[in-house]
């Protein structure tokens, strides 16, 4: 393999850096770059399940993810006066099952970075063009620098940056769930002890959940909206937005949103997946969210980003650096597996922000299916062996 080595990955959360794991182990020279001036630590947490739990295993990473692994003792759905309504033990709250670990965002991709020690990481580091040329991409830099890369791979999430150079809108596109998610940390004024926290009513949904840090809480609200939110632009109206929802909802809503301002790392966004028909066009491919996202919905994003990226590192192994062939096999190989995870996203989606209350008998019933479902998406795909 002596051609085509030189790629540039954009986006160092879980695509990217997991992606440059397997480029460097089979002789490629991949540099990451990442927008964040720093490495974000904490976050919500997230899921490594099936499949993508014998990839981290495969990494040698999977021991050092399960010693930082999030250590919920169960999961209570209360109603609007915070009574209980329903109660799970155990891993099996958060759907997970066998070697499936959750861990929060922040910690994971500290494990991921420390796995790539030789791989170039420049933090604080922003595309502003890419052009594709015969042999090579050509890539100008927010600084001004230019350079040329034989590969670009696009790892900057949901609203990546680098689809939008290479794609028009009409290659993609972002398909609206019909629903909101914002994340947020507050105090933890209700002193949960590492529990998660539900209330759920008239197509709205709040969590709070405490884990390791006991002083720390984190707040997520969700909410279905029949139509297309507008003045959603900036935080001031996202949280505005949030007290229009949510205000008396029950529970602990009002006391939230109150604390909200107290949060330094609030989050908001639409629950949106990506649809396109291939995830490369010439030397550019797109992996991860920027690529596949299935919503949070889906709980499987994570997978996701990692299967992808092995997968594509792979297929260039194969084709010994040949990106076409490499290429087209990744858009085979992923397709139903990304398939597979986005309707299991539209369907939690449908089956959650029920209207009117929700029952312990609803609450039950959709937790055995989804858990069901989880696991067959997790591992609707088999993994090559590349090495
Ligand atoms: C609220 C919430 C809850 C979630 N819950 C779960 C869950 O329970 N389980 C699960 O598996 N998944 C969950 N997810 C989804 C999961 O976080 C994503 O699927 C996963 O992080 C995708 O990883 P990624 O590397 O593709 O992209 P991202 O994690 O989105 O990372 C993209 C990276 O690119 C960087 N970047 C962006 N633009 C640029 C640019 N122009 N130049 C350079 N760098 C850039 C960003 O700073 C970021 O570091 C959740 C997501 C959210 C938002």
Redesign the pocket.
């Known amino acids: 393999m002596n051609h085509n080595r030189k790629i540039l990955i ?7 850096p997991t992606i440059c794991y397997w480029l460097k182990k089979y002789g490629f020279n991949p540099t990451l ?4 001036k720093q490495l ?1 630590t904490g976050g ?6 099936g499949i993508a739990a014998d990839i981290v295993k495969k990494m040698g990473i999977y021991d050092d993810i399960y010693a930082k692994r999030t250590s919920l003792l169960s999961t209570r759905y209360v109603d609007a006066d915070g009574q209980t309504l329903s109660e799970e033990h155990g891993e099996k709250a958060g759907f997970r099952e066998g070697d499936d670990v ?1 861990i929060v ?1 922040g910690e994971l ?1 500290n494990i991921l970075l420390k796995a790539i020690p030789d791989v170039p990481c420049h933090f604080h ?3 502003i063009s890419l052009t594709q040329k015969d042999q090579v991409v050509e890539v100008t830099f927010k600084d001004g620098h230019i350079e040329r890369y034989d590969l670009v791979m696009a ?8 689809r939008g150079m290479t794609f028009s809108d009409e290659d993609c596109q972002l398909f609206n769930l019909g629903s909101y ?1 914002s ?1 947020f940390s507050i105090p933890n004024y209700l002193n949960l002890n590492r529990i998660q926290v539900l209330f759920e009513k008239d197509q709205k949904l709040i969590s709070m959940v405490s884990d390791k840090d006991p002083d720390r809480a984190f707040a ?1 609200f969700a909410f279905r909206s029949k139509k297309a939110l507008s003045g959603i632009a900036n935080e001031k109206e996202q949280k505005k937005c949030l007290r229009d929802w949510f205000c008396d909802l029950g529970w602990a809503s009002n006391k939230i949103l109150d604390l909200i301002n107290d949060s330094d790392d609030f ?1 908001f ?1 639409v629950m949106a997946q990506l649809k396109i028909d291939s995830w490369t066009k010439g030397r550019v491919a797109l ?4 690529g596949y ?2 919503s ?1 919905l ?8 990692i299967v992808g990226a092995y997968i594509l590192a792979g297929e260039l192994k194969s084709a010994e650096g040949d990106y076409s062939v490499a290429f087209k096999r990744y858009n085979e190989l992923m397709r139903p597996f990304v398939d597979a995870n986005q309707d299991l996203g539209v369907w939690v989606g449908e089956s959650f922000l029920a209207e009117g209350e929700v029952s312990k008998e609803i609450i039950e019933q959709r937790s055995s299916v989804i858990m069901e479902k989880m696991k067959m998406a997790a591992n609707a795909i088999s993994l090559p062996d590349y090495v």
């Not at 954009?10 to 990217?16: Q, V």
């Open positions: 954009i986006g160092a959360s879980i695509a990217g770059i990442e927008r964040s974000r919500y947490a997230i899921d490594i399940r959750e965002r991709v580091k922003e595309i790892a900057d999430g949901l609203h990546s940056s680098a998610i994340v997520t989050y966004d992996l991860g969210d920027a996202c299935a949070p889906s709980g499987q994003g994570t997978s996701l980003a």
